[in-house]
């Protein structure tokens, strides 16, 4: 069987192993002008593997990147013995409770579809190994996934999602920890012992790499009836944990219901109750049609009316809405910010009773108008990974 990796598409190449001593055989259409480049990273890449096959590549404008994933996954393919490259990434890690109106799904099998996934103002970009990826292909992204997470800036924070733990996700964290995302989503989250596997693998993997053990956060992906019904237990299963997210079209297959608001209104709400006592984030469902821009803006007015601090998004288009969304509005934060004034103004003369226009301030109250002025601030402040 002829192994090859990637496709013909622009951004891509086709990488196939040859028989050994067959040497480095390369095309593109640009030969005098990237030809060079080209075979020099293939040649670094073949190096950094230890291995001496030789190998056909067939660019379609494939960043260097991108070309020494290819490589490497069609190396590996074809020499499981074959070195796995290592690089050291210089990313901080983010705050437990940053921002996260937004997270941004990009299917990692896909070069061109990555490319500048970084620039669209995401609160949270996330490289999908998940339901995007045909099985086949698996590999080969993760390879790809970790190889973008050493090249690429991201101001924001960058999520991978891996697959179920079940399925390959050890395989996945194994790769792409080495890229150090800033969290790793698990899909089809259904039991706190579910989370105990992704952490101790996480805690494994971070002292091997030398990184800050429990730096890397843990977004559970609520999507089956069982999920649903253990939300609360899964929410506080870890400190890694700092949000829940809920995906709505896996579980509505699930349950066997049609995706209407009334359908998923208990799942939603036990997401956000389960959120709020573990002291976490909840994150809405995508709402995955791109042409009804009015239809989107209600379903995250009716998800911020629910509890919720963010939505996914399958597409760059959606961020406005989303964002404006889920931003406090600026009588939303002045009412905060009275709140909050009042309060330490009971404190200032030793009064334990707050109140606000002839109306008792409780506890819960306040601590919600504090939360909200923090949350504005870190938006105005960029929200980004901590100093």
């Known amino acids: 069987m002829t192994i090859q990796v990637g496709i013909e598409e622009k951004g891509d190449c086709i990488v196939e192993p040859v028989p050994t001593g067959g040497g480095l055989d390369l095309s593109t259409k640009s030969e005098p002008l990237l030809g060079p480049g080209l075979r020099a990273v293939a040649e670094d890449t073949l190096r950094a593997l230890g291995s001496e096959i030789g190998i056909r590549i067939a660019d379609f404008g494939a960043l260097d990147y991108v070309l020494a994933a290819r490589i490497e996954a069609a190396v590996r393919a074809e020499v499981p013995e074959a070195a796995q490259i290592t690089f050291s990434v210089d990313r901080e890690a983010s705050d437990r409770d940053r921002p996260r109106r937004s997270r941004l799904y990009a299917p990692g099998n896909r070069p061109r579809l990555l490319a500048g996934i970084e620039v669209h103002g995401a609160d949270c970009v996330l490289l999908d190994l998940e339901d995007s990826v045909p099985p086949a292909e698996k590999a080969s992204a993760r390879i790809l996934v970790k190889h973008l997470l050493g090249e690429v800036r991201f101001e924001a924070?960058?999520?991978?999602?891996?697959?179920?733990?079940?399925?390959?996700?050890?395989?996945?964290?194994?790769?792409?920890?080495?890229?150090r995302p800033h969290g790793i989503c698990l899909p089809?989250?259904?039991?706190?012992?579910?989370?105990?596997?992704?952490?101790?693998?996480?805690?494994?993997?971070?002292?091997?790499?030398?990184?800050?053990?429990?730096?890397?956060w843990i977004m559970p992906i609520l999507e089956t009836a069982k999920g649903i019904l253990h939300a609360e237990e899964i929410a506080g299963a870890d400190p890694r944990i700092v949000a829940?997210?809920?995906?709505?079209?896996?579980?509505?297959?699930d349950v066997g219901a049609a995706r209407t608001q009334p359908s998923l209104l208990f799942a939603r709400s036990m997401i956000v109750a389960a959120a709020a006592a573990a002291g976490i984030q909840a994150s809405d469902t995508v709402f995955s049609d791109l042409e009804d821009e009015e239809g989107l803006a209600k379903d995250c007015a009716l998800a911020r009316e629910l509890g919720f601090d963010g939505k996914g998004s399958i597409?760059?288009?959606?961020?406005?809405?989303?964002?404006e969304?889920?931003?406090?509005?600026?009588?939303?934060?002045?009412?905060?910010?009275?709140?909050?004034?009042?309060?330490?103004?009971?404190?200032?003369?030793?009064?334990?009773?707050?109140?606000?226009?002839?109306?008792?301030?409780?506890?819960?109250?306040?601590?919600?108008?504090?939360?909200m002025i923090r949350y504005a601030d870190l938006l105005k402040a960029g929200g980004g990974p901590s100093a």
Not at 315 to 323: D, E, G, S, V
């Open 188 to 216: 089809k989250t259904e039991s706190a012992e579910d989370i105990a596997q992704l952490a101790r693998l996480l805690g494994e993997r971070e002292r091997e790499l030398g990184l800050p053990e429990g730096s890397t």
């Open 244 to 253: 829940l997210a809920f995906g709505a079209e896996d579980f509505t297959r």
């Open 157 to 179: 924070e960058v999520w991978v999602r891996i697959n179920p733990m079940d399925v390959c996700g050890a395989e996945d964290v194994d790769e792409i920890l080495i890229g």
């Open 315 to 323: 597409n760059p288009r959606q961020l406005p809405t989303i964002h």
């Open 325 to 371: 969304t889920f931003s406090p509005l600026p009588e939303e934060l002045e009412y905060a910010r009275r709140v909050v004034a009042a309060a330490e103004e009971a404190e200032s003369v030793g009064s334990g009773a707050v109140a606000l226009d002839g109306k008792m301030i409780d506890r819960p109250v306040l601590e919600r108008a504090r939360r």
